[in-house]
């Protein structure tokens, strides 16, 4: 039922209640019977040990428990135990994320009044939230916390914060007039109150309409359960990757049996080659070394004020290609801020940030002294004094106690120099009617130390000159004339159209002997002094994130509950609302399908008066035109969007407890630019796993071929099984790690964003494993071909020789990998990490081939000095041969 489109009497008989009675208990019992108790339903949670057992259903666990079964049948049992340990370590982390996930529903639940007033058989009486039916009366003041879906039968001076819902930035004042309006939303239903919203000025009373599931936050808590979590793009690339990778280990190891027997050889021997090699092509350490990458991305994220909640969610940033962006707090500051005044002709701007009481002021592009101009000084000061806003300092930080808009006239005028405390050293209040939604103004009786007496209001501009006789023009009072209205209504219009909250000031002296006894009296006859006009203005950093964002690919949307005028000038600031691109309303969103608006969104860069469902059509729409999104919140309202996108990001300062727990990440700094930073460092993570992927597997296939070569060409093997063991999961480990904590390159955030579909082998990176595997299993075989022939009855100084041409190539080509071009297009000597972790994987095959003590474990012998020159010149050849050809290629385009 429309509740706010009916009146009083329409009401009361809807839901056969009584407002000056309430309901019997007899009759609330029957009710609860038939809805439910006022609380949010829980959707059927998994039990604790399916979730750990769903934990390892995974592809590439399933490969890394066939990887421990084999190194468990070599007798490699440390490495059989160190795989388990990670599947157990990634299991159980995976666990407990998705445990504190389910605690969002938790959360919502919090914001739920634990006790609530309620009319009951004539009597007021309190109660906890969950025992409120339909048709219940409640009443409630500033400071309480609304607790169900009540349609206001009556408000004095009624203002409720409401952010949390629908996203709007001020509080909303509350009436009780029917709205007989088509597809209005949540925010701009006046005469109604809903759960989890907290009442900050004034008092009223309501009837109940809705409880539990059935209210606008049991709507949201509803979506938050049937809200899809996505998979993310890397995931998707792992599991393709393992899949290739287990197919390709099964194949190797039937192929090589099967050629060794056919050459007949002994079948242990080539089984025992054949799984050695099925082991070299699984990458065991992949997901470690993923996981790892990740969780230094995360530390390095923290640093740039963000949080990841969600190991992976770090990576998805860096190829999304839609960030939708709350606007309060997120793309502005949050702090109302006067930006323009106006009074007697005269126009001007004041500077400064957020609610530091310092800024300048200038008449056109000239600084002026605010005490110097007689109209600007009084709009200053009866400004600061019409007001109960504080100023709180601490530690250097300001924060603002009291009403945004008080705040923002409080700051204006101290940045004048003025000070709250001297201006009540001068003036005493004597009397003060508060701000009233139906008057709209507030106004107080002064008087200062000669005994004069004024009256000071404050309140909306059209209201405000209307009950004006005279006007402060050029520094003089003057008769308030049909020609001056007109100029007063076009600095009204003019600073709205700037999309500028306006508050009139206006005053009137009071004759000695005069007794005020009523608004209506105090606000009459009054001296129109001027106009202060503000906004929640952008943060100064902002205009550029959004710029680099563009610049990477990346679009930003803004989607806001704010007003379609206010949203638009933001937009406009930042660069977000560009020549072509388009703004979409709550209520035009509500009437189009999913279908509808995916035929548009890639057009639209604002959505204004928007509810939850709105933004949850929104994401849908983006993601079903294959794009990655970001989806940036605070609010209640905001998280089945933020659990639904591909990456959801709460605010740390402002954000709900909801927001965060359905988020992926969060902000620290609750600021735009911060996700810029985290996009960046999503690329480089994603780039750093290419590398490491792409090292690991081109030596992998170096290994593969250099065996399947030595078969085929009826040679003896020119690795033996724990040698090859050796190199995949000791030597290989270090490089690759050291590969993922690389810096950016400098041209990370000026290409597009990767498509969600791009294979992990995309961009050459395929060609590039297998070539440089190629030419490292062929130098490798060389090296083992010439000294065997040079000595065919010391087959393990061949073998030798091998191994250490094998790890060396490696080693060497690692650094070619730092680059998509070639090793030259880096220094090579940039990545610390990297240089110690190749120091180290050399000393670990110095130490296996010179030590006595292992010699017989690992079947080797000392390498004779020359030898090392042949060694170090084939193993240069893959990486250097490479770079010289990409060198030409380059040069003979830049020659056509």
Known sequence: MKFHEMNVQEI???????????????????????????????????????????????????????????????????????????????????????????????????????????????????????????????????????????????????????????????????????????????????????????????????????????????????????????????????????????????????????????????????????????????????????TVALSL???????????????????????????????????????????????????????????????????????????????????????????HAEMIEKEGEYSIDGDPTEGALLVAAMKAGFRKNVLLEQFEIVNEFPFDSKRKMMSMIVKDKVGRKFAVVKGAPDVLIGLSKSILWNEKQQRLTKELTANVQEAIDELAGNALRTIAIAFKPIPQGTM????????????????????????????????????????????????????????????????????????????????ELEDCVDDVSVFARVSPEHKMKIVNALQNRGHIVAMTGDGVNDAPAIKAADIGVAMGITGTDVAKEASSLVLLDDNFATIKAAIKEGRNIYENIRKFIRYLLASNVGEILVMLFAMILGLPLPLVPIQILWVNLVTDGLPAMALGLDNAEDDVMKRGPRHPKESVFSRGLGWKVVSRGFLIGLMTLIA????????????????????????????????????EKSIFARNPFGNKYLVWAVLSSLMMVLVVIYSPALQPIFHTVPILLTDWLLILGLSAIPTFLLAGTFYARKTKRNMI
């Open 12 to 290: 009361a008989n809807a839901l056969r209640t009584n407002f000056t009675e309430g309901l019997d208990e007899k009759e609330v019992k029957r009710r609860i019977n038939q809805h439910g108790y006022n609380a949010l339903a829980e959707g059927e949670k998994q039990s604790a040990l399916l979730l750990f057992f769903s934990q390892f259903k995974d592809f590439m666990v399933l490969v890394l428990l066939a990887a421990t079964l084999i190194s468990g049948l070599l007798g490699e049992m440390i490495d059989a135990i160190a795989i388990i340990a990670i599947v157990l370590v990634n299991g159980i982390l995976g666990f407990f994320q998705e445990r504190k996930a389910e605690k969002s529903l938790d959360a919502l639940k919090e914001l739920s009044a634990p006790q609530v007033n309620v009319l009951r058989d004539g009597e007021w009486v309190k109660i906890p939230s969950k025992e409120i039916v339909p048709g219940d009366v409640l009443k409630f003041s500033s400071g309480d916390r609304i607790g169900a879906d009540i349609r206001l039968i009556e408000a004095w001076s009624l203002e409720i914060e409401e952010s949390a819902l629908t996203g709007e930035s001020l509080p909303v004042q509350k009436n009780t007039q029917p709205l007989k309006i088509p597809n209005l939303g949540l925010g701009d239903m006046e005469n109604m109150a809903f759960m989890g919203t907290m009442v900050t000025r004034g008092s009223g009373m309501g009837v109940v309409i809705a409880t539990g599931m059935k209210t606008a936050m049991g709507q949201i808590a509803d979506l938050l359960q049937t809200a899809e979590v996505q998979e993310t793009p890397l995931q998707r690339r792992l599991e393709q990757l393992g899949k290739i990778l287990i197919i390709a280990a099964l194949f190797l190891t039937l192929l090589v049996v099967g050629i060794g027997v056919l050459q007949g050889q002994d079948l242990y021997t080539m089984f025992l080659s054949g799984v050695s090699l099925a082991v070299a092509a699984i990458p065991e350490g992949l997901p470690a070394i993923v």
């Open 516 to 595: 005020i006894l009523s608004e209506e009296e105090a606000e009459q006859d009054l001296i129109f002094i001027g106009l202060q006009g503000m906004i929640d203005p952008p943060r100064p950093e902002v205009k550029t994130a959004v710029k680099e964002c563009r610049d990477a690919g990346i679009k930003t949307i803004m989607i806001t509950g704010d007003h379609v005028i206010t949203a638009k000038a933001i937009a406009k600031q930042l660069g977000i609302l560009t020549k072509g691109s388009k703004v979409i309303e709550g209520n035009t969103l509500a009437t189009m399908s999913v279908s």
């Open 784 to 819: 083992f071909i010439v000294i065997y022939r040079r000595n065919p009855e010391d087959l393990m100084y061949a073998q030798t020789i091998a191994f250490a041409t094998l790890v060396v190539a490696q080693l060497i080509h690692v650094f070619d990998c730092r680059s």
């Open 297 to 387: 991305g995360v530390q390095r994220m923290i640093k740039k004020n963000a949080i990841v909640r969600k190991l992976p969610a770090v990576e998805t940033l860096g190829c999304a290609s839609v960030i939708c962006s709350d606007k309060t707090g997120t793309m502005t500051q949050n702090k109302m801020t006067v930006t323009h005044l106006w009074s007697g002709n005269k126009t001007w701007r004041v500077d400064g940030v957020g609610y530091s009481p310092t800024g300048s002021f200038f008449d056109k592009d000239i600084i002026i002294h605010p005490k110097s101009e007689k109209s600007l000084q009084q709009l200053l000061t009866f400004g600061m004094l019409c007001n």
